[in-house]
């Protein structure tokens, strides 16, 4: 069997699972190349990758909520019980869960500091854009995407009903998409992108086209507990970004670190 041929019958393999055939497939064949690096056995190789999958996505749903079913009642969801029907969604991903008591304020610093905004660009959205209704830069075109494609199908129904946008699929190991925003939320996102690939957080950072970018970490585990986290990440976000022109302020909005990036030299006219 040739090196191509193998590749793509194991990341085949890997997305035979249900809990990851909606899973970018270019995020599946890095993994699998990587792994193939270790001259691994296919049995190895295909639980190595679906285990690195799980820790950067499904780790972070709260149980195992149907998300195509919440997709398809979405519909039939009245327009008074929409927001209501959305915090339901937002318990049911660990970054949601801890921003929504703080949900108010979190969005309250960052419209403070943004100025005007036409346009956000959620990266690694998980269900955030569901938290739409509590933004007060929520009537801009929202875009979001995520690696994985249920989440996005969710997403995308609903932010297409609450004042437009939509969500798409991407792997963002490999940099963010082209698309021009006054705003990108990077949400808790860095530490998985890093996990995945060693230099992609930096590599992500620098392709965003936005003036204005939201970085944010966790500072407990997904377990509530706090292990040194929010030094460690301010340590990581500091080298990050230590050679670059760019201003940032660090707030600390409940569990979440956070640190808006303003890159003056950014401001490019939307296309
Ligand atoms: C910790 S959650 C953060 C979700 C959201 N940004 C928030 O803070 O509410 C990480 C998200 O990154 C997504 N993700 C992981 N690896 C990714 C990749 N390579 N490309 C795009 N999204 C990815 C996961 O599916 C998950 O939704």
Known sequence: ????????????????????????????????????????????????????????TGAFMVGTPNLAAAAAAWPGVAPSERQAWCIQRLREHASTRERLPHLDEFYRQIAARVGVVTRVLDLACGLNPLARYAMPFGAADYLACDVAGQLVQLVDVV????????????????????????????????PPLEHLERGAARRLLMSIQARTIVVSYPTRTIGGRSVGMCSAYEQSFAALVADLPWHSERLLIGDELVFIITRPS??????
Not at 42 to 56: G, M, N, Y
Not at 168 to 190: Q, T
Not at 266 to 271: A, L, N, Q, V, Y
């Open 1 to 56: 069997m040739s090196a191509e041929l193998r590749v793509a019958t194991l990341v085949a393999q890997v997305r035979a699972g249900a809990r990851y055939r909606d899973i970018a497939p270019e995020l599946v064949q890095r993994l699998v190349q990587r792994e193939l690096r270790h001259a691994r056995d296919d049995t190895t190789v295909v639980k190595a990758v679906r285990r690195q999958i799980h820790q950067v």
């Open 159 to 190: 932010v297409r009903d609450t004042g437009g946008g939509a969500a798409f699929v991407a792997d963002l190991v490999a940099g963010a998409p082209p698309h021009h925003a006054d705003l990108a939320l990077a949400l808790n996102l860095l």
């Open 266 to 271: 950014s401001r490019s006219p939307m296309p």
